[in-house]
């Protein structure tokens, strides 16, 4: 990887940086056990991991990329000085999914914790998708997430032992005009969060969401200079968020902090679902304003 993209990226914090962030939470919260978080070579998922094992957990990650994925795990592992698995796959197809989930139960016994933070996205108009495009991202944010729950669970339920999924969705209330795609499937994991936390309540397995908003990280490169320079003024705080936010919010669901919440959504979006405008795709003619005189 290139040391100089990773220390200095053109947003979101580099990796010496995600190691020295601020944090509320003590060093050893979650010592003694193991976080599996998927699409964690870079981004909000690269957050979350550095954040987990600051605070003592061993490390499992997944995502597409393996050149991403050992460079993550290569810095972790020397932040914590603990072993951090890595499994290149993608969430897409069931069978990869559970060949991952085998293969980390047979090193570490089991997970304590899955955060289900790969997922993908485009700007586009409604209009202009094609079928292509609609199913990649329903078959990664929708059914990969439900793929990685139930076979989380499935173990689970196995060994007797409980369970905690995050699942990182967006603040979709007011709908995300330009990504219908990912707002069709981010409303999709949270329903069926909500629903699995009853269906699953009877096992210990407790499901909450993240509802993002705007965060600053690379995954603001996927969109046109034009349109990123809004996403610092959709909400009433008038900036982005940071990956910090989103990674202390997971710890805050996922740790004791969390035991008596289930079903929930956590929104962490600056006020974006009270007032602002988002728009990825270009703000349509038919709502700009012409300025009076």
């Not at 196995?158 to 409303?187: C, F, K, W, Y």
Request: glycine share 12%.
């Amino acid at each position: 990887m290139n040391s100089a993209a990773t220390q200095h990226p053109r947003f979101g914090p580099g990796d010496e940086a995600l190691a020295a962030l601020p944090t509320v939470y003590r060093d050893d919260l979650f010592a003694g056990k193991v976080v599996l978080v998927s699409g964690a070579g870079s981004g909000i998922g690269k957050a979350i991991a550095f954040l987990f094992a600051r605070l003592g957990a061993t490390i499992a990650l997944c995502g597409r990329k393996a050149d991403k994925l050992e460079d993550c795990a290569e810095k972790l592992r020397a932040l914590s000085g603990r072993e951090v698995f890595i499994y290149p796959m993608t969430i897409r197809d069931p069978e990869q999914v559970d060949a991952l989930l085998a293969a980390v139960w047979e090193r570490f016994g089991g997970i304590d914790v899955l955060v289900n933070n790969a997922g993908g996205q485009f700007a586009a108009h409604a209009m202009d998708f094609t079928v292509k495009g609609w199913n990649a991202v329903i078959d990664t944010n929708l059914n990969g997430t439900w793929y990685m729950m139930q076979g989380a669970a499935k173990r689970w339920v196995e060994q007797g032992r409980p369970g905690n999924i995050v699942n990182i969705t967006a603040a979709i209330d007011r709908g995300l005009t330009g990504m219908a795609h990912t707002t069709a499937s981010r409303a999709g994991v949270i329903a069926l969060s909500r629903t699995l936390a009853i269906e699953w309540a009877e096992h210990g397995i407790r499901l909450n969401c993240i509802g993002a908003g705007a965060i600053e990280s690379n995954g603001f490169n996927n969109y046109r200079e034009e349109n990123v320079a809004t996403f610092y003024s959709c909400n009433p705080m008038k900036r982005a968020g940071d990956v910090q936010d989103i990674a202390e919010a997971v710890v805050y669901l996922a740790g004791p902090s969390g035991k008596f919440i289930t079903g929930e959504v956590l929104n962490v979006e600056g006020g974006m679902l009270l007032w602002g405008e988002f728009w990825p795709a270009g703000k349509p003619d038919y709502f700009k304003v012409e300025p009076t005189t």
